[in-house]
């Protein structure tokens, strides 16, 4: 009985002398025409005959030590390239059977299609927010899409008094886990603080700004987050993530400090480096920071050129929304961040920055946006009357956010009247839209992401480092309610990000 590292010898080495056909043919059929011996495809034809060369000799020499692993990869990776690249017969969808290991067709969204030697990253960031969601942290690693997956617990204050400040954890259960989730492949686990609204995993503003001035001075919030990490599970932590959505101090009312509130964070985040380096000499701790894209973040907010230099991930959300209180049908001013938008807010990162910083990481989201729009009288604040016939109101009470995979299933449902946005100008004079409480969903279809990012990269190439992504749980990580697959707003990143074989299948359709 053959093993299977012989059957996968013996299936590159068909692969290669198949392979030195295809070139025969080629040269053959272009004698006459030398230049096309130059094309894309060619190249990589050859490319891949190099490469099937050299894993025929390293298979002989795993052999000798009955090492079947690498074969097996080897022989997946020559198959799967084959077929994006169109060298065997391809089928409708193309990635891993995920019963047999076996490719099955046109998405290589995988580290073995990823090229070398170009230093992009896709960081992914899983909550308790993604277990509750039913995407098992093992479910996320096996789909090879994240180069780094930054698991976040969850940590607060437990009190509004300066003069208690203790770090309470909130997730515990995932806290209690932390030598299980730090030991898997590719995975960091950070602790995470809050800057926004939600009083459950953070402080607002006003009271952030007032504890950090107050405790940074007197050195109490550093020595709770050295405190926290010392602690047994401490040890399994390599990191502190940050949420800073707000362009500074909102108001007067919390202006009680004698610097601002980005200078504030600059420091305490330096003094926190410098503590965990002296307690910890042999480790790395990263931190990382998550930020919005909106233009006011860019120039009010953030001392960005002072960040940049301690921080190892700079996350921007710029994949956010604009919501407008009035619009015409076809609506045409709300699209899910524009490419103009996009370029504001990286460009503006990058000038405060001062430098190329590859810590800088352009953000998808999987989360969308739906209005209910209705006949309505405007507002004071935007002048007095009735709307003329064409025109309605966007109810912002009723707009809530919604799961890209939820989104799937409510339009491909006849029975609901929704109608989708994309935003492309063609693609809106195409739509119908009914003028009545009709609801509209505002998102990017999985081919528009990928067009996003690649027009961003083409243009940033070598001043930032990835793309990442949040709320992953919110993408068809089933791949059965969308139809075009698992994973389909974090393939559409990776193929926008290093490039592929195939064109992705369109995930909304109306049944």
């Given at each position: 009985?053959?093993t299977?590292?012989?059957?996968?010898?013996?299936?590159?080495?068909?692969?290669?002398?198949?392979?030195?056909?295809l070139?025969?043919?080629?040269?053959?059929a272009?004698?006459l025409?030398?230049?096309?011996l130059?094309?894309?495809?060619?190249?990589i034809?050859?490319?891949l005959?190099?490469?099937a060369?050299?894993?025929?000799?390293?298979l002989?020499?795993?052999?000798?030590n009955n090492?079947?692993?690498?074969?097996?990869v080897?022989?997946?990776?020559?198959?799967?390239i084959?077929q994006?690249?169109?060298?065997?017969?391809?089928?409708?969808?193309?990635?891993?059977?995920?019963?047999?290991?076996?490719?099955?067709?046109g998405?290589?969204m995988?580290?073995?299609f990823?090229p070398?030697?170009?230093?992009?990253?896709?960081?992914?960031?899983y909550e308790?927010?993604?277990?509750?969601?039913?995407?098992s942290?093992d479910l996320?690693?096996?789909?090879?899409?994240?180069?780094?997956?930054?698991?976040?617990v969850?940590i607060?204050?437990?009190s509004?008094?300066?003069?208690?400040i203790?770090?309470?954890i909130?997730?515990?259960?995932?806290?209690?886990?932390?030598q299980?989730?730090?030991?898997?492949p590719?995975v960091k686990?950070?602790?995470?603080l809050?800057?926004?609204?939600?009083?459950?995993?953070?402080m607002?503003?006003?009271?952030?700004?007032r504890?950090?001035?107050?405790?940074?001075?007197r050195?109490?919030?550093?020595?709770?987050?050295?405190?926290?990490?010392?602690k047994?599970?401490?040890?399994y932590?390599?990191?502190?993530?940050?949420?800073?959505?707000?362009?500074?101090?909102?108001?007067?009312?919390?202006?009680?400090?004698?610097?601002?509130?980005?200078?504030?964070?600059?420091?305490?985040?330096?003094?926190?480096?410098?503590?965990w380096?002296?307690k910890?000499?042999?480790k790395?701790?990263?931190?990382?920071?998550?930020?919005?894209?909106?233009?006011?973040?860019?120039?009010m907010g953030?001392g960005?050129?002072?960040?940049?230099?301690?921080?190892?991930?700079?996350?921007?959300l710029?994949?956010e929304?604009?919501m407008?209180?009035?619009?015409?049908?076809?609506?045409?001013?709300?699209?899910?961040?524009?490419?103009?938008?996009?370029?504001?807010?990286?460009?503006?990162?990058?000038?405060?920055?001062?430098?190329d910083?590859?810590?800088?990481f352009?953000?998808?989201?999987?989360?969308?946006?739906?209005?209910?729009?209705?006949?309505s009288?405007?507002?004071?604040?935007?002048?007095?009357g009735?709307l003329?016939?064409?025109?309605?109101?966007?109810?912002s009470?009723?707009s809530?956010?919604?799961?890209?995979?939820?989104?799937?299933a409510?339009?491909?449902?006849?029975?609901?009247?929704?109608?989708?946005?994309?935003?492309?100008?063609?693609e809106?004079?195409?739509?119908?839209?009914?003028k009545s409480?009709?609801?509209?969903?505002?998102?990017?279809?999985?081919?528009?992401?990928i067009?996003?990012?690649?027009?961003?990269?083409?243009?940033y190439?070598n001043?930032?480092g990835?793309i990442?992504m949040?709320?992953?749980?919110?993408?068809?990580?089933?791949?059965?309610?969308?139809g075009?697959?698992?994973?389909?707003?974090?393939?559409?990143?990776?193929?926008?990000?290093?490039?592929?074989?195939?064109?992705?299948?369109?995930?909304?359709?109306?049944?």
């Open positions: 009985m053959t299977s590292l012989e059957r996968s010898e013996a299936m590159l080495h068909f692969y290669f002398l198949w392979q030195t056909r070139i025969v043919l080629n040269v053959s272009n004698m025409y030398p230049w096309r130059i094309s894309p495809q060619f190249i034809l050859i490319s005959h190099i490469i060369f050299a894993g025929n000799n390293s002989r020499e795993l052999k000798k090492f079947d692993a690498f074969a097996t080897n022989s997946l990776m020559s198959t799967c084959g994006c690249l169109g060298l065997f017969e391809k089928t409708d969808s193309c990635g891993f059977d995920r019963a047999t290991g076996q490719p099955i067709g998405y290589c995988s580290d073995f990823r070398t030697g170009i230093d992009r990253r896709v960081i992914c960031v308790k927010n993604d277990i509750v969601r039913g995407l942290l996320l690693i096996e789909s090879k899409l994240c180069t780094t997956i930054l698991v976040l969850t607060r204050f437990d509004k008094v300066p003069t208690n203790r770090m309470v909130v997730d515990e259960d995932m806290h209690m886990d932390a299980k989730i730090s030991s898997k590719t686990l950070h602790y995470k809050g800057t926004g609204m939600s009083m459950n995993d953070s607002n503003p006003i009271d952030f700004s504890t950090f001035d107050m405790t940074i001075r050195g109490r919030w550093v020595d709770a987050m050295v405190s926290l990490s010392q047994p599970e401490g040890q932590y390599s990191g502190l993530y940050i949420r800073w959505l707000y362009p500074g101090c909102p108001n007067d009312d919390c202006k009680v400090g004698p610097a601002s509130d980005e200078h504030m964070l600059v420091k305490a985040l330096n003094e926190l480096s410098s503590a380096k002296s910890s000499p042999n790395v701790w990263e931190l990382a920071m998550e930020t919005s894209a909106k233009a006011d973040n860019i120039y953030l960005i050129e002072l960040l940049g230099r301690v921080l190892h991930y700079f996350l921007i710029t994949y929304w604009s407008p209180v009035m619009t015409t049908i076809p609506p045409k001013t709300f699209f899910q961040t524009p490419y103009d938008k996009i370029d504001l807010a990286i460009d503006g990162y990058l000038k405060k920055a001062k430098r910083n590859k810590r800088f352009l953000g998808i989201n999987p989360t969308l946006i739906r209005y209910a729009l209705s006949d009288v405007m507002t004071a604040k935007y002048g007095k009735k003329a016939s064409d025109e309605y109101y966007v109810n009470s009723a809530r956010y919604i799961a890209f995979s939820d989104a799937c409510l339009i491909s449902n006849a029975s609901n009247n929704y109608t989708v946005v994309v935003p492309k100008a063609e809106l004079n195409k739509t119908s839209y009914a409480d009709t609801t509209f969903i505002s998102f990017d279809e999985t081919n528009d992401i067009d996003k990012v690649r027009k961003i990269f083409d243009k190439n001043r930032i990835g990442w949040k709320n992953i749980s919110h993408d068809d990580f089933t791949g059965k309610i969308c075009c697959g698992p994973f389909p707003s974090l393939r559409a990143g990776n193929e926008g990000l290093f490039g592929g074989g195939c064109t992705m299948k369109k995930c909304f359709t109306k049944k």
